[in-house]
């Protein structure tokens, strides 16, 4: 179901609203659709309390981990040339 939406331009800048939809063969209606459209994706889709309670389940987790010296030492230690 499509709801209406109202929003307030002062006339100069209407106008140039209507120009830069004109100029993009659309008519300002679907401009100010699409425009809005595009800025709602670039959006973060999770907020800052989902993450929070992401991370808070994750540490709840016990995995076996080396010390974090000998953990580096042995990443290292993958990148050196065999020597085979």
């Keep these: ?10 006339e100069d800048e209407l106008t140039e609203l209507q ?5 993009n063969h659309m008519t ?15 959006q973060p889709t999770r907020t800052a ?3 929070r309670q992401a991370v808070r389940r994750a540490i709840e987790h016990e995995f076996p981990v080396a010390d974090i010296d000998e953990m580096i ?12």
Excluded: C, D, H, N
């Design 19 to 23: 120009e830069i939809a004109r100029q």
């Design 28 to 42: 300002l209606a679907e401009w100010v659709r699409q425009t809005l459209r595009e800025a709602r994706s670039q």
């Design 73 to 84: 030492t042995q990443i290292e230690r993958g990148y050196e040339p065999s020597s085979g």
């Design 49 to 51: 309390a989902l993450k």
């Design 1 to 10: 179901m499509s709801k209406r939406l109202q929003v307030l331009f002062e």
